[in-house]
């Protein structure tokens, strides 16, 4: 299915992370991937993971720094010659900053969690471009904080909000290139991120138990939408936030 196609994915930081998931499925489907990996601790992590998948290649790229932003995208040109599609599931925001009221979040964790979490699809989508040649596809993570108030998810509901608004607004200005922008709306899934979050054991009982699916969504899920919007499958979709969540979404009480 994605033969002759060429990916990039942000996000990798071990085996558990929803970008892993999303590589899997693709690489599967015949996908020729590159990786980035956020700053030298995760290098290893990186490379183990892809040593056994044919052709990929590893490059740093911390969004932070738009130098290396730049020369990963290098990098990959120089590689392939082109690119098809972009995963980008990448986010931050201080510890502290995902506890206690959203009021008290500061001015530079707000900062921190909007620069690292929203824009940085911007950001990725201006580098992406010009290797897209022949259309291409963008998916980037959100999750339902992003739309009504999940309690301790505070400045990083705001920051997914801003995502998804940022994937519609790029998804009209690439539409006339044929590249195609959608948000995966995930449920919580226990990956490194979801580690140090408070209370995500009695988060995931319950939406295992008022879900209508009656369980928690697994990454290889999340990967599998991912698979199917990089796909030509759905080359007409484009500015959507697609749930991958059990259908927890659509329950009112
Ligand atoms: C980040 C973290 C982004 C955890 C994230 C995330 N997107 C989803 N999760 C899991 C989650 C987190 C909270 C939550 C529900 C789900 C941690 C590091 C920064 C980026 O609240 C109920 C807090």
């Not at 980037?140 to 904080?145: A, E, F, R």
Request: one cysteine or more; aromatic letters at 8%; charged letters at 20%.
């Amino acid at each position: 299915m994605l033969e002759n196609k060429v990916g990039m994915i942000f996000g990798v930081a071990n085996q558990r992370s929803i970008a892993w998931a999303c590589a899997q499925a693709c690489a599967e489907k015949g996908a020729k991937l590159a990786f980035t990996y956020q700053g030298e601790r995760l290098k290893g992590n990186v490379e183990k993971l892809t040593k056994d998948m044919d052709g990929a290649v590893v490059v740093p790229c911390d969004v932070t720094n738009q130098a290396e932003v730049d020369a990963a995208f290098e990098i990959v040109g120089k590689k392939f010659g082109k690119l098809d599609f972009l995963i980008h599931s990448i986010a931050f925001a201080p510890k502290e900053a995902l506890e206690g009221e959203f009021m008290m979040t500061s001015r530079a964790a707000f900062l921190t969690a909007l620069e690292i979490s929203a824009f940085s699809l911007t950001q990725l989508a201006l580098a992406a471009t010009p290797l897209m040649k022949n259309g291409g596809s963008i998916v980037t993570m959100s999750y339902y904080g992003a739309e009504k108030v999940v309690q301790n998810y505070n400045v990083m509901g705001v920051a997914k909000s801003a995502l998804e608004s940022s994937v519609r607004y790029l998804a009209e200005d690439l539409g006339k290139q044929n590249i195609r922008v959608n948000a995966i709306s995930a449920g919580p899934i226990n990956t490194l991120s979801a580690r140090g979050v408070k209370n995500m054991g009695a988060m995931l009982h319950h939406i295992a138990d008022k879900s209508p699916l009656r369980r928690n969504v697994e990454a290889r899920e999340v990967g599998n939408t991912a698979l199917f919007l990089v796909s030509d499958l759905a080359s007409a979709i484009t500015g959507e936030t697609i749930y991958v969540d059990c259908g927890f979404n659509i329950i009112g009480i």
